[in-house]
């Protein structure tokens, strides 16, 4: 049984599915609900429909989206020469949150795969967007639902405030149960490579491919969110070690507000801190970690201080989207 099936079926209201499909058909871009992020979701078999995600969203257009399907039946439909390895993932992680790259089949549009011969494929868990996935039938393309480089929406609402009335439609499906990008494994290529780590971690991968799952450590735009900078708070966000925070927050003046986002409980009362304390697990962690980005984004303080998280195992995708959040690009 995969873990990250949801079981809110009650989540599902026909009418809505049925219009989300009506929608998407008339070649429109909706917010639809998936475990990991909420998506702004378009017809992948319509450039013109895709080509509103990436004027909504801000998004250079090289950078390419990842189509949602239904099931690994439709593989075939949108990539050509797939690997049995595409297959062993499949059975163990589908439906979740893993992105399959692999060669595409001839007819898909560069306008999806940023120009590239490659396609990123996913099979989401949650019940809304596999309800929509099995009355619309084809393939949905869907990058996470925020302006390009910010922090990512986990929730409709967040969907609304990035979007407002620019889209027709936000599917309701509660907060996201994941609450951080799926993983994404390149498999174009003799050995699989993690071109973004998730909450499918490389341990669990390597487990299933009895080969190594090799972290990719370019900075490539292949993979937006790669970018140095990507998933940041409009505030100045930074990171500390434990101690180095402590510091810090010692020497802030009386009017320095600023927010701490940690693991442990507020050693101290400082009038200018408003301490937020995050779960010291790592699934927990991720679940809220862009709902409170967001949040300490919209107290309008000077700073986001955020306590280091480990670098290893279930933490290496906290650790990455907490990197990329808090270094500036220059442009
Ligand atoms: O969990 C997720 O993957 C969410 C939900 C909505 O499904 N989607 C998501 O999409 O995170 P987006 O566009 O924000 O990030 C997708 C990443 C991008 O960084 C893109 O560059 C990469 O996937 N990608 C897509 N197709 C690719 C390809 N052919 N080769 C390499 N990277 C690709
Ligand atoms: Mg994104």
Redesign the pocket.
């Known amino acids: 049984m995969n873990k990250f099936i949801t079981k809110a079926k009650d989540m599902i209201n026909k009418k809505d599915i049925l219009k989300a499909d009506e929608l998407l058909r008339a070649g429109e871009v909706i917010g ?1 609900p ?1 475990e ?4 702004l979701a378009a017809d992948a078999s319509n450039p013109e429909a895709v080509k509103k995600i990436f004027a909504l969203k801000n998004r250079p257009i090289d ?4 189509v ?1 399907i239904a099931s690994d039946r439709y593989l075939k439909d949108w990539a050509t020469d797939i690997p049995e390895r595409a297959y062993q993932l499949t059975r163990a992680f589908w439906p979740g ?1 893993l ?1 399959l ?1 692999l060669k ?1 089949a001839p007819f898909v549009s560069p306008i999806i ?2 120009g ?1 011969d ?3 494929l ?1 099979c ?1 868990s949650h019940p809304v967007a596999q309800a929509v996935l099995q009355v619309f039938q084809g393939g949905i393309a ?4 925020n302006r390009f480089g910010y922090t ?1 929406a986990t929730s409709a609402n967040h969907v609304r405030q990035d979007f407002g009335d620019e889209i027709p439609l936000v599917l309701e499906g509660g907060v996201s149960q994941i609450g951080i ?2 993983t ?1 494994v ?1 498999l174009t290529s003799n050995s699989p490579t993690i ?2 780590p ?1 909450m499918i971690t490389q341990a669990e991968l390597e487990a299933v491919l009895k080969c190594p799952a090799l972290l990719s450590s370019k900075n490539s ?6 970018l140095a900078s990507h998933y940041a708070p409009k505030t100045p966000t930074s990171i500390f070690e434990w101690n180095d925070l402590l510091a810090h927050c010692n020497k802030l003046a009386p009017t320095d507000q600023v927010t701490v986002i940690a693991r442990e409980k507020a050693p101290f009362h400082l009038p200018q801190i408003i301490w937020k304390e995050m779960p010291d697990n790592a699934e927990r962690y991720a679940q809220l970690l862009y709902h409170t980005l967001r949040e300490s984004d919209q107290l309008g303080v000077r700073e986001i201080l955020i306590e280091q998280v480990p670098h290893e195992g279930d933490w290496a995708a906290i650790y990455d989207r907490l990197k990329r959040a808090t270094v500036r690009n220059e442009n």
């Open positions: 639809l998936t990991t992020v909420y998506g950078h390419p989206l990842i949602h949150p992105t790259i595409k795969t940023g590239q490659t396609i990123g996913r989401p869907a990058p996470s639902a990512s990008e799926s994404i390149d071109l973004r998730g735009p292949r993979v937006s969110g790669s």
